[in-house]
């Protein structure tokens, strides 16, 4: 991931940062886990994740493929120092160096909630389909604002503070995971199939304590005027996830 924008707000030094990426797991995970578990990948393959967050991803993928590499990536060295373990071997590093890997050494890749806060998502797309092994899948994940499938006052609100946040302080493009699949169609990925969740919403449930850490993180002064929700909220959660997931053509030769 790239330190700028993104890396500066939601550094892991601040407080309460490690306490909202749990809560994005909590939310997010299962439907991770649905996408993965579906894919045709091989006995013991090299798996890279970027942005690995909390860690629980790689440790259920160091479980669930006992691949033969596991490396997660990410630019926070604070981060990794809380993840790594002897199945997961951890790179600080921004995703734009383009010396990071070798073209075609994963079999799986997946990256989640990262690409929409990078400058040009588009390239570091194609940077990480030319890592892949033929064959090999990529799943990507970003978040988009879904606020027009609820009328609560509370959810749309927290939405209005996250959203401009994203726009004022990140430079996040959350009209990209809309876009899906088209970006992993253009980046050569066949096969290519394209989901979106959208988690419940209730009061002290993990989408809410995620919605909430997140506003107060992007504006304190805007989080404050929103306040905390009242013990009735129930809804569906104004920010979801769109995945959209691919294969590297089995003949490189026969890419465009």
């Known amino acids: 991931m790239d330190s700028r924008g993104y890396g500066t707000t939601f550094h892991h030094r601040r407080e309460g940062e490690w306490r909202r990426l749990v809560a994005l797991a909590d939310v997010m995970d299962p439907y991770s886990r649905t996408r993965l578990q579906t894919l045709p990948v091989p006995q013991h393959p090299a798996i890279l994740e970027v942005?690995?967050?909390?860690?629980?991803?790689?440790?259920?993928?160091?479980?669930?493929?006992?691949?033969?590499?596991?490396?997660v990536l990410d630019c926070d060295r604070d981060l990794l120092g809380r993840i790594g373990s002897a199945a997961i071997r951890t790179?600080?590093?921004?995703?734009?160096?383009?010396?990071?890997?070798?073209?075609?050494?994963?079999?799986?890749?997946?990256?989640?909630?990262?690409?929409?806060?990078?400058?040009?998502?588009?390239?570091a797309l194609d940077q990480l389909v030319s890592w892949l092994r033929p064959g090999g899948w990529l799943v990507l994940s970003d978040i988009t604002d879904s606020a027009s499938l609820t009328s609560d006052p509370w959810a749309l609100a927290v939405a209005r503070v996250i959203r401009e946040g994203l726009n004022t302080h990140v430079g996040s493009h959350l009209d990209w995971a809309p876009g899906f699949p088209q970006p992993l169609r253009r980046a050569g990925l066949e096969d290519v199939h394209v989901a979106i969740d959208v988690p419940p919403l209730v009061a002290g449930?993990?989408?809410?304590?995620?919605?909430?850490?997140?506003?107060?993180?992007?504006?304190?002064?805007?989080?404050?005027?929103?306040?905390?929700?009242?013990?009735?909220?129930?809804?569906?959660?104004?920010?979801?996830?769109?995945?959209?997931?691919?294969?590297?053509?089995?003949?490189?030769?026969?890419r465009s």
Request: hydrophobic letters at 50%; glycine letters at 8%; one cysteine or more.
């Open 51 to 71: 942005g690995p967050g909390a860690g629980a991803m790689a440790r259920w993928m160091a479980d669930a493929f006992q691949p033969a590499e596991l490396v």
């Open 91 to 123: 790179v600080h590093a921004d995703l734009t160096d383009a010396m990071l890997a070798q073209p075609g050494q994963f079999d799986l890749i997946h990256v989640r909630n990262v690409l929409a806060h990078l400058p040009d998502p588009q390239v």
């Open 205 to 254: 449930g993990p989408a809410q304590q995620f919605l909430s850490m997140t506003a107060q993180a992007l504006s304190s002064t805007g989080f404050a005027e929103v306040g905390e929700p009242g013990p009735e909220l129930l809804t569906v959660s104004p920010m979801a996830m769109v995945s959209a997931w691919g294969c590297a053509p089995h003949a490189r030769s026969a």
